[in-house]
């Protein structure tokens, strides 16, 4: 049987695989992860966006 989770839970789950990848010296551009972690999350057009803008005006 399959959970269903909210959106935003997806959302939470995905910064978190990408700031983890990050840390594990994953170098390939965030571009990249934020499409794996659309895939891999499930997530729609706002969620992608969500995540370009969140990592954009959290550089560092």
């Known amino acids: 049987m399959t959970t269903v989770m909210p ?3 997806l959302s939470r789950k995905a910064v978190a695989w ?3 990848m990050r840390d594990n010296g994953d170098e390939r551009a ?3 992860l934020i ?3 659309g895939a891999r999350f ?3 057009p706002k969620d992608m ?3 370009l803008r ?3 005006e959290n550089k560092g």
């Open 30 to 32: 965030i571009s990249a």
């Open 35 to 37: 499409e794996e972690a």
């Open 42 to 44: 499930n997530l729609g």
């Open 7 to 9: 959106q935003s839970e």
């Open 18 to 20: 990408i700031c983890e």
């Open 54 to 56: 969140f990592f954009k």
């Open 49 to 51: 966006e969500f995540l």
